[in-house]
């Protein structure tokens, strides 16, 4: 074997002795794991990630994603709660629970006036019907819940039949408004010193 020859297998072993033993440490390794190898810089590192990769990343801060969802969700539900509410029922037909007193002796000489107890009255405009005669524009109270009024005595006058006193019985109360008419209450009339 000649000197030159020799020099090169010599020089060959000491570089062989000089790599590193596992191989795994290289630029193309750096690569596959996405952390850059110390001859690569991060934006090096950015554009070379595959658009797989691209989107774990994005997958790994999902904050902004879920809270727009959540919005979303709270929006959707909110919308759907306004149109299932039903608005409160405002007006309905007036109706009486009782009246007080329910009773009274008969006679001019003995007025009386009566609360009318119940609910849907309107403010003002109430018609509160006593037997065949009519008391108009009485307002109520307390929130459309009371009206008062004084019980009619006398049957008005017809043609040639003068005024004439009611007499002792039973009379039906009604109230009428624009939201409709009550179903009648008993009011009765009995003679002077009759409880």
Same mark, same amino acid.
């Given at each position: #074997?000649? *000197?030159?020859? +020799?020099?090169?297998? %010599?020089?060959? @072993?000491?570089?062989? &002795?000089? $790599?590193?033993?596992?191989?795994?440490?290289?630029?193309?390794?750096?690569?596959?794991?996405?952390?850059?190898?110390?001859?690569?810089?991060?934006?090096?590192?950015?554009?070379?990630?595959?658009?797989?990769?691209?989107?774990?990343?994005?997958?790994?801060?999902?904050?902004?994603?879920?809270?727009?969802?959540?919005?979303?969700?709270?929006?959707?539900?909110?919308?759907?709660?306004?149109?299932?509410?039903?608005?409160?029922? #405002?007006? *309905?037909?007036? +109706?009486?629970?009782? %009246?007080?007193? @329910?009773?009274?002796? &008969?006679? $001019?000489?003995?007025?009386?006036?009566?609360?009318?107890?119940?609910?849907?009255?309107?403010?003002?405009?109430?018609?509160?019907?006593?037997?065949?005669?009519?008391?108009?524009?009485?307002?109520?109270?307390?929130?459309?819940?009371?009206?008062?009024?004084?019980?009619?005595?006398?049957?008005?006058?017809?043609?040639?039949?003068?005024?004439?006193?009611?007499?002792?019985?039973?009379?039906?109360?009604?109230?009428?408004?624009?939201?409709?008419?009550?179903?009648?209450?008993?009011?009765?009339?009995?003679?002077?010193?009759?409880?």
């Amino acid at each position: #074997m000649s *000197g030159s020859q +020799a020099a090169k297998r %010599l020089f060959k @072993a000491r570089r062989a &002795a000089a $790599e590193p033993a596992f191989q795994g440490t290289g630029p193309t390794d750096a690569r596959s794991t996405g952390h850059p190898s110390n001859d690569e810089t991060a934006g090096q590192l950015r554009h070379r990630l595959t658009t797989p990769q691209r989107k774990a990343q994005t997958m790994k801060r999902p904050g902004r994603t879920v809270l727009l969802f959540t919005l979303a969700i709270t929006c959707v539900c909110c919308s759907r709660s306004e149109s299932r509410r039903v608005p409160p029922i #405002m007006n *309905g037909n007036p +109706a009486i629970d009782h %009246l007080d007193p @329910a009773s009274g002796w &008969a006679g $001019e000489a003995y007025p009386i006036t009566v609360t009318i107890y119940g609910s849907h009255f309107t403010e003002s405009d109430n018609t509160v019907t006593f037997g065949a005669l009519e008391i108009a524009d009485r307002p109520s109270s307390t929130g459309g819940t009371q009206i008062a009024f004084s019980v009619p005595k006398m049957l008005p006058s017809s043609g040639e039949v003068p005024p004439m006193v009611l007499q002792p019985g039973e009379y039906e109360v009604r109230v009428t408004n624009a939201n409709g008419t009550s179903e009648p209450a008993v009011f009765t009339l009995t003679r002077p010193g009759v409880l």
